[in-house]
C-alpha cells in the first residue's frame, strides 16, 4: 500500500515563494510516477506537474509554467512543488498523486495530466496566496 503525506503549505503573500513536499511510503518511490493537482471549492481537481519515475520527464499547466517547478528525490521518497511569484489565483488545495503502473514514456507523454490514471493521492495541503 502506497501513502503520500503532503506539506509545505500554508498562507503566502503574493509575489512571495512556497516549496510542497510529498512523501511516500510503501513500495520503492524510484518506480512511481507521480504528479501534482490542485483543486478549488467546488471545482474540478487541475493538473499542476508532473514527473517520471527518473526525474526526466516534466510536463506543467499552462497557467503555473515558468514559475513552479516539480523535482523528486528518490532516496529521501519525497517530491516538491517549489511555487516561486504565487498568485491569488494559484490559492487551492493542492494533491499529490502517484502511480506503480508501468507505462511508456511515448503514454505519459499524451496523458499526464488526467487524473483518473493516478491510483494514490495524498489528503491535500491547503496554500492561500492574500494580494
Known amino acids: 500500500q502506497v501513502q503520500l503525506v503532503e506539506s509545505g503549505g500554508g498562507l503566502v503573500q503574493a509575489g512571495n515563494s512556497l516549496r510542497l513536499s510529498c512523501t511516500a511510503t510503501g513500495r520503492a518511490f524510484s518506480t512511481y510516477t507521480v504528479a501534482w493537482f490542485r483543486q478549488v471549492q467546488g471545482k474540478e481537481r487541475d493538473f499542476v506537474a508532473y514527473i517520471n519515475w527518473s526525474g526526466e520527464d516534466t510536463y506543467y499547466a499552462d497557467s503555473i509554467k515558468g514559475r513552479f517547478t516539480i523535482s523528486r528525490d528518490n532516496y529521501e521518497n519525497t517530491m516538491y512543488l517549489q511555487m516561486n511569484n504565487v498568485q491569488p489565483e494559484d490559492t487551492a488545495v493542492y494533491f499529490c498523486?502517484?502511480?506503480?503502473?508501468?507505462?511508456?514514456?511515448?503514454?505519459?507523454?499524451?496523458?499526464?495530466?488526467?487524473?483518473?490514471?493516478?491510483?494514490?493521492w495524498g489528503q491535500g495541503t491547503q496554500v492561500t496566496v492574500s494580494s
Open positions: 498523486a502517484a502511480t506503480t503502473h508501468p507505462q511508456e514514456s511515448t503514454f505519459w507523454s499524451q496523458n499526464y495530466y488526467l487524473s483518473r490514471l493516478y491510483e494514490y
